[in-house]
């Protein structure tokens, strides 16, 4: 039965204890999740290569985590694979930077879309479509003569008008579609030596190695509050056991009422101090002399120096009031 409260625990003693617990499970989990692998196309192998330190910034303790490496070994063909694979891949990424060389020059003269393919396209549209176009209006100008629309009348020249305007149409489409025809055929061909490098330096990349997944174990989180309040609680609920067996003694001389208690320190014997009363005052564990029985109460000497009234003096023994001594106490 103690005097005070109990002090809770350090905080950071216990989290220092959950943490290294955690840190040494993590740590064996990984090394039981790091398992060597052997295939008929190569081989995986764990290997520790070290270990770097980590401060908990709670407790500012520190833990030694090991470092581990994965090392993923070919087969002997597999590895022959890869080295021609390689060989090639340097080879093409040669011959492209070797072409790549011009592209300085070539790339500074803009693409020429001249007239040159669209005068060639007219002269052949022209060959197809002047010898039609001349029959059709042959044929015409026949029938509106047999229809009796004479050459030089408002009919026959509306209906001349009209012919000419489709023929006029005809040829513009054929200038168009000649244009973008020659302009797509220029732009091919400038496009052609871009695309040839391009293709070799696609050709040429280092492929990237497929790195093993590796076994990430997760130290849990400390529960630091779960752990202080549980072992605080467990203190305090002794503690206020201890105090209601304390109360339970001091109700008992509350009912002994107004009357006088020999407490002098001289009259008793295994005095041991226990704690103290809800106001402060030392609370004893003590025998009469000549009295087997252990009690439990003040020392005159003790009240007589807080509240001197409330102690009596009777034939040169001290005696307490309790009454006085211990009032709003209770």
Same mark, same amino acid.
């Given at each position: 039965?103690?005097?005070?409260?109990?002090?809770?625990? /350090?905080?950071?003693?216990?989290?220092?204890? %959950?943490?290294?617990?955690?840190?040494?499970?993590?740590?064996?989990?990984?090394?039981?999740? $790091?398992?060597?692998?052997?295939?008929? /196309?190569?081989?995986?192998?764990?290997?520790?290569?070290?270990?770097?330190?980590?401060?908990?910034?709670?407790?500012?303790?520190?833990?030694?985590?090991?470092?581990? #490496?994965?090392?993923?070994?070919?087969?002997?063909?597999?590895?022959?694979?890869?080295?021609?694979? /390689?060989?090639?891949?340097?080879?093409?990424?040669?011959?492209? +930077?070797?072409?790549?060389?011009?592209? +300085? /020059?070539?790339?500074?003269?803009?693409?020429? !879309?001249?007239?040159?393919? =669209?005068?060639?396209?007219?002269?052949?549209?022209?060959?197809?479509?002047?010898?039609?176009?001349?029959?059709?209006?042959?044929?015409?100008?026949?029938? !509106?003569? &047999?229809?009796?629309?004479?050459?030089?009348?408002?009919?026959?020249?509306?209906?001349?008008?009209?012919?000419?305007?489709?023929? &006029?149409?005809?040829? +513009?489409? !054929?200038?168009?579609?000649?244009?973008?025809?020659?302009? %797509? =055929?220029?732009?091919?061909?400038?496009?052609?030596?871009? &695309?040839?490098?391009?293709?070799?330096?696609?050709?040429?990349?280092?492929?990237?190695? &497929?790195?093993?997944?590796?076994?990430?174990?997760?130290?849990?989180?400390?529960?630091?509050?779960?752990?202080? $309040?549980?072992?605080?609680?467990?203190?305090?609920?002794?503690?206020?056991?201890?105090?209601?067996? #304390? +109360?339970?003694?001091?109700?008992?001389?509350?009912?002994?009422?107004?009357?006088?208690?020999?407490?002098?320190?001289?009259?008793?014997?295994?005095?041991?101090?226990?704690?103290?009363?809800?106001?402060?005052?030392?609370?004893?564990?003590?025998?009469?002399?000549?009295?087997?029985?252990?009690?439990?109460?003040?020392?005159?000497?003790?009240? %007589?120096?807080?509240?001197?009234?409330?102690?009596?003096?009777?034939?040169?023994?001290?005696?307490?009031?309790?009454?006085?001594?211990?009032?709003?106490?209770?």
């Amino acid at each position: 039965m103690g005097s005070k409260a109990p002090a809770p625990p /350090d905080p950071k003693e216990t989290s220092a204890s %959950q943490t290294g617990t955690s840190v040494s499970t993590a740590i064996a989990n990984a090394m039981l999740g $790091n398992v060597n692998q052997n295939t008929p /196309d190569g081989s995986l192998n764990y290997s520790q290569t070290g270990t770097y330190s980590y401060k908990d910034p709670y407790t500012g303790k520190s833990y030694d985590i090991p470092q581990f #490496t994965a090392t993923q070994t070919l087969s002997g063909i597999g590895q022959q694979t890869k080295d021609q694979t /390689d060989q090639a891949q340097l080879n093409l990424g040669k011959i492209a +930077n070797n072409q790549s060389a011009f592209l +300085n /020059d070539y790339l500074g003269k803009p693409v020429d !879309l001249n007239t040159a393919t =669209e005068d060639k396209i007219d002269e052949l549209g022209r060959a197809r479509l002047d010898p039609q176009f001349a029959r059709q209006e042959e044929t015409m100008r026949t029938n !509106l003569i &047999n229809r009796g629309i004479r050459e030089g009348s408002p009919a026959f020249t509306a209906a001349m008008s009209d012919f000419g305007q489709n023929k &006029n149409d005809a040829y +513009n489409s !054929l200038y168009l579609n000649g244009r973008a025809q020659g302009a %797509q =055929e220029a732009l091919a061909q400038r496009n052609q030596p871009l &695309n040839e490098i391009s293709a070799l330096m696609s050709g040429s990349q280092v492929q990237q190695p &497929n790195f093993v997944n590796t076994n990430m174990p997760t130290i849990p989180t400390t529960d630091v509050a779960g752990n202080i $309040n549980q072992n605080y609680n467990q203190r305090l609920q002794a503690w206020q056991q201890g105090q209601a067996g #304390t +109360n339970g003694i001091l109700g008992g001389l509350f009912g002994l009422g107004s009357s006088l208690i020999m407490s002098d320190r001289r009259t008793k014997t295994d005095i041991r101090e226990i704690g103290e009363t809800k106001d402060g005052q030392p609370l004893y564990q003590y025998r009469y002399k000549g009295s087997p029985m252990m009690q439990i109460g003040l020392m005159a000497q003790d009240v %007589q120096d807080r509240d001197p009234d409330a102690v009596v003096d009777i034939g040169g023994i001290l005696h307490v009031d309790y009454d006085r001594a211990l009032e709003g106490v209770a």
